[in-house]
């Protein structure tokens, strides 16, 4: 007698996670047909749903699969199975979607152009060929174009483009690379590309090859990208790039540069393996390197900096711009500086007008303002500067669960917002300085989109506390929430925390510019004792008088005067420089607000080193002293600490008394980086000692500085000490929206009797 044939068993599932717009369901629909398994797969605002029919080997099998042998762009969280009777089905297929039900799938962020889809662009036989718009379920714009969920052709932009019979047929072939790709086109179908002058006159010829001339001739053009509106001219040329830099109102920052691939950004930069990783990777953000002394670049690209902000195409468009041009080039945001990047195609007509000479434009609406991210490379390890395109709105899982919905407003600068939902942190792409209408309008539209998006209504709404800043205003104005106010630099700290997964305690170690401190002053070199419920202030920066307030913020030379005062060497180079408002300026100070900063104790030291005295843009000081440190410097100088608080003067007088010596300023600014390392690690020691504690958690805009966070990590990890760092979220203010959201969450938890395994209080100043 023969055995019988095993049982047939049947089962429902449901997968959560990143699992739309990314080719999952032709994907299940290849692995169910591989295995010999029936049923049927579709889409929902939950995710993923299936049902698979077969024997339990291969239904075992498939479901393994769906989580092992998922897209490159999936991102699956969880995987749920039920039991169902077996119906004796035949076939598997791919159902319509489905919009019942709450909406809790993620957005898949935009994703660079594929080497499948490269190949094809550059095919002389293939119908895409040098189609700009290019993409398949492996590549493509997503959140950019995406309107609604679930995740489909007529909940986005490309709703308005009726696929022709070619793109059809490759959409609903399983076998076909495109199979249920939503934004599918091609030339005969799809968006077209025109060129046009600055007076809106449409240029004829190819306007891939006409823009490529224009660059060449040193003109300006706009190029209409992914997430907004560029800004290009030919890296190389001079007067180019002085004149877009003139016209945009962008006097010092460091532009951006695009190189055609990794040979032509290895003549620019300095490579190493993390750099070609995140450079060729599906995220393709702009990484600040450093630039070869022989790099044919304008000196405008980047003064006084010797990192390059490289980048490589992420789109067909960049791809074809960057060949037909031959050399790098200069790829800035769409817009007049500190405004947002332009992306809708008349306010983009209206707002460059007066500053690209053609516009290189295209008719897909983009419907999410999405700058391009930034990041640096700290001891072989990405840290995020501006999280944003190829990132956002991806979400980010905490190990704790939010009890109800929360909203993290963010901070003024670099700001972002957080919804936090069960364990998904949804942190919006870079907003820009919430400093005039145009960027608050931009951030309160984010607000509004991603919560329809994501279908969350915030119940907590956490905010700064600095009574001037506009998130904060604009939390004070929702009604019907628990507001939750939450200190800036327990923000950086928690912020850091939920990078790392980690609920503490911990001793934080908070670098900045300025916050807003419980006791009245403006904090910003901290040392707390913290988890995500509170924080107890152990240590600090001695506190010195910010004369003029925002003044001392653009004039670090006024910094240099409230840490030197009266009593110093008329010799000294800045204070004869300003010889005339000295007094004034030492005088102003017995009045002022004080700050503890330790951004401003570096704009202190590069006054005093002859660096800069005025800024153009939010941390200039700072970011160029880094820049001019002598790495084979070895000298540090020595800091005073009593009772927790460490004696910046002591730094900036020893700088002092270097420049009036006539140390070079690499070894000045190198001194005053270690003497700094050594005198922060001598507090975090001291509350090591005190809280028994032995994690680190290093966050603030200073702790983007590469130098600073070496020294820091060497010396605190040779001491014992385990060392927390950023590298899914800025350290910068960007971050503050997360770390808002995950404090206001967690004495959600407190409230309920549950706790982080915190023990610290809620903020008072120690």
Known sequence: MTAAAPAPVRVRI?????VQGVGYRPFAHALAAELGVTGFVGNDPEGVFAEAEGPAGAVEAFVAGLRARAPAL?????????????????????????????????????AATCADCLAELWDPTDRRYRYPFVNC???????????????????????????????????ADPADRRFHAQPVCCPACGPALSLVDGAGRRLTGDPIAATADLLADGRIVAVKGLGGYHLAVDAAAEPAVAALRERKHREERPLAVMAADLDAAGRLVEL???????????????????RRPDAPLAPSVAPGNRDIGLMLPYTPLHHLLAAALGRPFVLTSGNVSDEPIAYADADAAARLAGIADAVLRHDRPIHARVDDSVVRVTRGRATPIRRSRGYAPEPLSVPWAARRPVLGCGAELKSTFCLLRDRHAVLSQHIGDLENWETYRSYVEGIEHYCRLFDVEPAVVAYDLHPDYLSTAYALEQDGVELVGVQHHHAHIASCLADNGVAGPVIGLALDGTGFGPDGTLWGGEVLVADLTGFRRVGHLAPVPLPGGAAAIREPWRMAAAYLGSD??????????????WPAIVSLGAGAVRTSSAGRLFDAVAAVAGVRDRISYEGQAAIELEQRVDLAETGGYEASVAGGVLCGADLVRAAAADVLRGVPTGAVAARFHRGLADGLVGLVERAAAGSGLSTV??????????????????RLTARGLTVLTHSRVPPNDAGISLGQAVVAAARGRCEDGVSDGGGSTRGEPG
Do not use: K, W
């Open 137 to 171: 379920t492996n590549c493509g714009p997503r959140f950019t174009v995406v309107t609604g969920v679930p995740y489909d052709r007529p909940l986005t932009t490309m709703a308005g483009f009726r696929m022709c019979a070619g793109c059809a047929r490759e959409y």
């Open 74 to 110: 999936a991102v699956v969280e969880e995987i749920a199975c039920a039991p169902l009777p077996p119906t004796g089905g035949a076939g598997f297929a791919i159902v319509s979607s489905t919009g019942d039900g709450a909406r809790t799938v993620p957005v898949s962020a935009d």
């Open 697 to 714: 958690a290093l966050s603030g805009g200073v702790a983007q500085n590469v130098v600073l966070v070496t020294l820091l990590t060497d």
């Open 568 to 581: 110093v060497d008329g010799a000294l180079p800045v204070r004869r420089r300003h010889a005339e408002h």
């Open 272 to 290: 190493d393996p993390t750099a070609v990783e995140l450079l060729t990777g599906r995220r393709r953000p702009i990484v600040l390197l450093p």
């Open 14 to 18: 449901r997968v959560r996670g990143i």
